[in-house]
C-alpha cells in the first residue's frame, strides 16, 4: 500500500511538473522580451489569436495538434513540450528521491529557475536580472532548510553559502576577467546563484562539469565548422544543466572523484 501511494505521488509530482513547465514556457517567452507573464492572455505568437483552455493542456495539446496551432496551423516550437517534459521528469525525480519534504519544497522551484534560465541563454543569449536576482534572494533566505543546510545548523549552513558564492562567482569572474569577451558577466551571477543553491562542494562539481561539457561542445562545433572561433557560444545551459546534476548528485560525483585518487 506505501509503495502504490509513493508511485501515485510521484506521478502527481509529473503532472505538477508538466503544468509547472507550461507557466516556464511562458515565463521563457515573455521574460527577454519585457512583457508580463500574469496580464497578457495566452496567445498564438505566428497569429495573435487567443488561446482556448483546452488549447493549453501540457503536452497533450501539443500531441492532440500535431505541433501546429488550432487557428493558422503554425507550427509550435518544439521547445514547448520539451520544457514540459522535462520539467514534468525533473519534480517527478524530486519527490521519488526526497518526498513531501522540506528539501523537495526549495528544490522544485530552483530546478525551475534553472530550466528557465537553460531556454532564455540558449534562444537569446541573456541571463536575466529579473531572474537572477529574486532568485539570490530566495536562495539565501531559505539557505538553511534547502540542499546546502541539510543536516547542519543554520549557522554551519550560512557558512557553507558563503563560500559556495565565493566560489561558484569567483570562480567565473576570474574567468570573465581573463577571457576578455569569452565570458559573459551573467554567467558570473548565476555561478553566485549556484552557490548559493548548493553550496561549496556541489558548486565544485557543478562547475568542473560545466566546463568539461562546454569545452567538448565547443571544439565540436568549431571541429564541424558550425561555429567560429570567436563566435560567441552561451555559456548559462551548460551552468544551468549541470547545476541540475550538482544539486542531486553533487557529493556523491565528488566522493567518487576522491575515491579515484585514494
Not at 124 to 132: D, G, R, Y
Request: aromatic share 10%; net charge positive; charged share 10%.
Amino acid at each position: 500500500m506505501q509503495e502504490t501511494a509513493s508511485t501515485a505521488l510521484v506521478a502527481l509530482a509529473g503532472l505538477v511538473g508538466l503544468a509547472v513547465g507550461s507557466f516556464l514556457n511562458v515565463c521563457s517567452d515573455r521574460l527577454p522580451r519585457g512583457q508580463s507573464i500574469v496580464v497578457v492572455p495566452s496567445h498564438c505568437d505566428s497569429c495573435g489569436h487567443p488561446l482556448a483552455p483546452w488549447d493549453l493542456a501540457p503536452l497533450a495539446s501539443f500531441l492532440w495538434l500535431r505541433g501546429r496551432c488550432r487557428y493558422c496551423r503554425a507550427h509550435i516550437p518544439r521547445r514547448i513540450p520539451l520544457v514540459e517534459l522535462a520539467t514534468g521528469i525533473l519534480f517527478a525525480f524530486v519527490i521519488f528521491r526526497y518526498g513531501i519534504t522540506t528539501q523537495a519544497g526549495v528544490l522544485l522551484p530552483f530546478v525551475g529557475v534553472l530550466v528557465v534560465v537553460f531556454v532564455v541563454d540558449l534562444e537569446h543569449s541573456l541571463i536575466l536580472n529579473k531572474v537572477i536576482y529574486p532568485s539570490m534572494a530566495v536562495a539565501l533566505v531559505v539557505a538553511p532548510w534547502g540542499p546546502v543546510g541539510h543536516g547542519l545548523s543554520i549557522q554551519s549552513a550560512y557558512l557553507e553559502v558563503l563560500k559556495g558564492v565565493l566560489v561558484g562567482g569567483g570562480a567565473p569572474f576570474i574567468i570573465y576577467l581573463l577571457a576578455r569577451g569569452g565570458f559573459g558577466a551573467g554567467d558570473v551571477k548565476l555561478g553566485s546563484l549556484l552557490g548559493l543553491m548548493m553550496g561549496f562542494i556541489p558548486v565544485i562539481v557543478t562547475l568542473q562539469l560545466s566546463f568539461l561539457v562546454g569545452g567538448m561542445v565547443a571544439a565540436t562545433l568549431m571541429v564541424l565548422r558550425i561555429r567560429r572561433r570567436k563566435d560567441p557560444i552561451p555559456f548559462g545551459p551548460f551552468l544551468a544543466g549541470a547545476g541540475v546534476v550538482g544539486l542531486f548528485w553533487g557529493h556523491t560525483i565528488f566522493q567518487w572523484y576522491q575515491g579515484l585518487f585514494n
